[in-house]
């Protein structure tokens, strides 16, 4: 049975899911919701596949999953793969690292995207004091992955995991939401090797980079 992967092309959070899928060898069925036009608010969406509206969400038969770290560990699970880390060590360090990037790193990138994207296509008033304080939390998180990254190429161990597709998230609206990452040397030399290292990361990011200019052009808005 094919496996169903619904969610909008312009979103990071379905990017680190194909991307894994791509690196694992795994057939996503892909369903398109158009998040701009509000297809995962409808009330079939949210009884059906995901009660807050939200995307990714995996369809395997009776299985429906949301959240895409947890449906990335489901992936990986069917898959024996290792980019969830190769020892018990490994594996919990791939956790920790998820569990930082949910709490410390991509809730606060959102936060900006939602001012300095959201708010300028709804023709919305941008929270200024809201960007300045997500910016410090983003810096402070930022330069903590600066130091891990001094002399690594990978978050954990030598190979890419999760915790890399996790905290690399945020590059994929970087340009568009001027997040204050370029900063973090480390950080930036870190996420250059992924584009260059691992083509599924690239294409990808494409995709993403299509999707959000395309729309962007389309309702007459430049960043």
Known sequence: MTIKIY??????????????AKIMGIELERVKVDLF???????????????????PVLEDGDTILWEASAINLYLANKA???LVGTTQEERFQVLQWMFWSGEQWRTFTTTIFDERVGK???GVPKDESLIKFAESKIRAAAKVLDQHLEDRKFMVGNALTFADIDIAAPFS???RAKFPLKEFPNLIAWHDNLLQSFPAWA????????????F????????
Request: charged fraction near 25%; avoid cysteine.
């Open 7 to 20: 969610g909008d092309p312009g979103s990071g959070s379905l990017r680190r899911v194909t991307t894994a």
């Open 216 to 223: 962007l052009a389309s309702v007459g808005v430049k960043l």
């Open 80 to 82: 024996n793969s290792t």
């Open 203 to 214: 294409e990808t990011k494409a995709e993403v980079d299509n999707r959000m200019e395309s």
């Open 120 to 122: 300028t296509v709804m």
């Open 37 to 55: 036009k509000g297809e995962s608010q409808t009330d079939e969406f949210k009884s059906r596949l995901n009660p807050h509206g939200l995307t």
């Open 173 to 175: 609206q970087v340009d």
